[in-house]
């Protein structure tokens, strides 16, 4: 935990300054590497390193990459199903255990997956955005005519082109201050452009309690199979399932609705049905039970949404560090989630469901504080998101 705690912060700010595959690439051949080095290692200090190590196999960058070349129209698809791989891991993950009781052949089983991987990050092109941005328009250009011919579709001639990438430069030079330090400078990793204005600093305040949230709960609710099952394993898979009909109602609702009244609605809820786990806990396991499922798929739904309204809302010159940066505050979540559930749980059996439950309501009516984004543009600069319905019209081809 502690590596996925700093691993967010370092990765995103590389990933805003080198490149979004660069880092995707290192993170995967660090998963590979260091998760299957574990399962042949017998000295406990090198194990206890690998998975520090393993911790920075940061994913995030891959989901921002994924959304900058994704139309709008496409965003919720894309954004919200993508969820549906780390439910089936869950299940899988629940049914493996079940099976290979060896911790050692456990992690080799869930490890060598990792592999495949590989092959598909050479199909993968650099983030056009992130190139304009950064001034690459050639290597820009090179992608969307790959693209376009992928696609069959037109671009538009090359002195559009040019015109509009010298546009969005000129608007990011206008909207840096003289007296901050510039993301691509080394010192921007110490004095990060995500505090610099009153847009930016609430998006960036309350995205991070949202991830904090999400995670403190999740994995709550995941480790606290003691408390409100008697069959760990069984508890593991279904909550696994119990997460798919969340994520799957979570796309129509978010493409008719927007984002943020959904997740709001959805932090909400898992506020209301954690407290009542408080109170069922007396009743029945099987009450106790359904209840916690229902947790896990308001929370889960809520996850995803996050996932995908943070990459929206955080601009592209800074979003790889704004989405990794809250992911790490979101990892404290989960570090602190094992303390509620696995210690403090067999002792008061209610305090764990009441923090999760009043953390939810606490951070669904803090959300309500952001703007909506549904139907708009991905903001390029820190200045569009003053303005972000003109970028929309102005930035078709994105």
């Known amino acids: 935990m502690m590596g996925t705690t700093v691993s967010p912060v370092l990765c995103g700010y590389l990933a805003d300054r080198f490149g979004r595959m660069k880092v ?3 993170s995967q051949i660090t998963l590979s590497v260091s998760s299957i080095a574990i399962c ?4 406990l200090p090198l194990i ?3 998975r520090l190590i393993l911790g920075f196999s940061e994913i995030l960058t891959g989901f921002v990459l994924t959304l900058e070349v994704c139309e709008p ?8 199903l993508s969820g549906l791989g780390w439910s089936l891991g869950t299940m899988i993950w629940g049914g493996l255990a079940y099976l290979l009781r060896a911790w050692r052949s456990l992690q080799l089983a869930s490890s060598l997956p990792t592999l495949i991987a590989f092959p598909l990050l050479f199909l993968m092109d650099e983030s056009p955005r992130w190139l304009i941005v950064n001034g690459q328009s050639a290597r820009a250009k090179q992608v969307l005519r790959k693209a376009s011919r992928w696609n069959k579709v037109t671009l538009p001639p090359d002195d559009q082109l040019d015109t509009l990438f010298l546009l969005i430069r000129k608007e990011e030079d206008s909207h840096r201050p003289r007296t901050s330090t510039d993301v691509s400078s080394y010192k921007g990793f110490w004095r990060p452009r995500l505090l610099w204005n009153k847009d930016i600093t609430v998006i960036t305040l309350v995205i991070a309690l949202c991830y904090f949230c999400v995670a403190l709960v999740y994995d709550g609710l995941n480790l606290a199979g003691d408390l409100y099952s008697d069959n760990l ?8 399932l119990a997460e798919v009909p969340g994520i799957v109602l979570a796309a129509p609702l978010v493409h008719r609705l927007g984002r943020k009244a959904p997740v709001v609605a959805c932090l909400l ?11 069922l806990q007396a009743e029945t396991r099987a009450a106790t039970f359904t209840a916690a499922m229902l ?18 809302l955080f601009p592209t010159e800074v979003r790889t560090s704004g989405v990794d940066g809250a992911s790490a505050v979101g990892q404290v979540g989960a570090v602190l989630a094992p303390y509620f559930s696995s210690y403090l749980g067999p002792l008061v059996p209610w305090l764990p469901s009441s923090v999760y439950g009043v953390i939810s309501f606490v951070t669904g009516l803090t959300t309500m504080f ?7 543009a991905l903001p390029e600069t820190l200045g569009d998101l003053r303005d972000p319905k003109r970028k929309l019209r102005r930035r078709s081809v994105m």
């Open 24 to 26: 995707l690439m290192a």
């Open 48 to 50: 206890f390193m690998l």
């Open 295 to 312: 947790g896990k798929l308001l929370v889960t739904a809520a996850f995803q949404i996050i996932y995908l309204y943070s990459s929206e």
């Open 40 to 43: 042949f290692l017998y000295n």
């Open 269 to 279: 809820g898992c506020g209301v049905v954690n407290i009542a786990i408080s109170f």
């Open 73 to 80: 129209k496409h965003r919720v698809a894309v954004g919200i």
């Open 233 to 240: 394993y069984l508890y593991l898979v279904l909550g696994g």
């Open 370 to 376: 952001l703007r909506e984004t549904k139907g708009r």
